[in-house]
């Protein structure tokens, strides 16, 4: 009897497996590809929007991908992810990019100084795009107060808590990405989540920091589909 593909799957972190289990549908997978009908997936997400996608491949290639129930009850059986990427926009009923990146985690950031205050989302110290994550969100000042970098937190559940980060352009090149995802990364692993971060595979820069902040690149991948705004 062949082993099932769960058995070879890399262990993760309780919180993590509870996460996954949550956003995407199901963890782990047990197949190469496995589509769950996930009623979140049809519900708005951490944003107000909805992200009709959710999904993650392991190093080894098994995938495990989240629709709206009645957007999976189409899927035909037997199909690749592939075939289910390219699927995807007839399946939803409407055009869009399919997302393909890279998919991190981390329960071991790395050391260092706290180069970040944490914010209420409106205050005017902290710019447009931090808006939408709410709470609290962890930025750097210069000296006169001004932004350098800043990082939200995409809260999808009490077990995940992605990290988004951006810096200023006259402040790049001093490591304030790395430093504050690390900061980051500590207060949500002391809260009792599991910190991830995704990105796009070209951009270096984004890879480079994560690296840095302790977020290793283990193979996984994330999938989503954005879909086009009317007009």
């Known amino acids: 009897m062949q082993p099932l593909l769960e058995e070879t ?9 509870v996460h996954l289990e949550q956003w995407v549908g199901a963890w782990p997978p047990d197949r190469p590809l ?13 944003d107000g ?24 009850a189409q899927v035909p059986p037997h199909l690749t992810l592939d075939e289910l990427l390219a699927a995807l926009p007839a399946l939803i009923g409407t055009p869009g990019v399919v997302m393909r990146g890279v998919f991190r985690w981390s329960t071991a950031p790395t050391p260092g100084p ?10 005017p110290r902290v ?22 970098a800043g990082v939200g937190l995409k809260r999808h559940d009490r077990s995940g808590h992605e990290i988004a980060v951006g810096t200023a352009e006259h ?6 990405a790395r430093r504050l ?36 690149d283990r193979g996984w991948q994330v999938v989503g589909f954005f879909p086009q705004p009317p007009g």
């Open 127 to 148: 710019p447009p795009w931090l808006h939408p994550f709410g709470g609290d969100v962890l930025v750097a000042l210069d000296d006169d107060g001004r932004y350098a």
């Open 181 to 216: 995802v690390a900061q980051a990364a500590r207060r949500v692993l002391a809260g009792g989540a599991v910190p991830t971060y995704l990105h796009d595979p070209r951009n270096v820069a984004s890879a480079r920091a994560a690296t840095a902040a302790g977020f290793p």
């Open 34 to 46: 496995t589509v769950v009908g996930n009623p979140r997936r049809a519900r708005p997400g951490w």
């Open 49 to 72: 929007r909805v992200a009709p996608v959710a999904g993650v491949v392991t190093a080894a290639g098994s995938a495990v991908v989240g629709l709206p129930p009645d957007v999976a």
């Open 9 to 17: 799957v890399e262990p993760v972190p309780d919180a993590l497996r």
């Open 171 to 176: 402040a790049r090149g001093r490591g304030l």
């Open 114 to 123: 706290d180069d970040g205050v944490w914010l209420p989302a409106r205050d």
